[in-house]
């Protein structure tokens, strides 16, 4: 299941990259939640719900993407897992970073005012 959120990753820097205004993304109840969170963050113009896809509008700024580069943390062949105490260890001012928590995807500043743990999927900057 998560290969898609991966997928959608690599299309959106792809996307970005060859300055579209939007990609098409195979339509998921993950990556409509990454998707939201992207959109409440300012990463993304925002996103149509299409048939089977998600059409998703691209965000830049002065010509150049809003989304430098996803990095994903914690990966399928080695998945990393925190406590609430941990996370508050990790500086969270390189970037937005997603949070997989028992109560949904997540922020790291979320999880922080929560004390909540989790895996961390990705970085975005």
């Not at 990556?31 to 896809?53: A, M, Q, R, T």
Request: proline share 2%; charged share 20%; with cysteine.
């Amino acid at each position: 299941m998560k290969h898609h959120i991966w997928n959608m990753f690599a299309s959106i820097q792809n996307g970005q990259l060859a300055n579209k205004s939007f990609i098409l993304q195979k339509k998921t109840k993950l990556c409509s939640l990454i998707l939201n969170l992207l959109w409440d963050e300012g990463y993304i113009l925002g996103y149509k719900i299409e048939e089977k896809y998600f059409k998703i509008f691209l965000r830049y700024k002065n010509n150049s993407p809003v989304i430098s580069s996803l990095k994903s943390i914690s990966k399928p062949g080695n998945r990393l897992y925190y406590t609430s105490k941990q996370l508050w260890k990790i500086n969270s001012t390189k970037g937005l970073i997603v949070v997989s928590t028992n109560k949904g995807l997540l922020t790291l500043n979320e999880c922080k005012k929560k004390r909540l743990g989790g895996e961390p999927l990705l970085i975005i900057k």
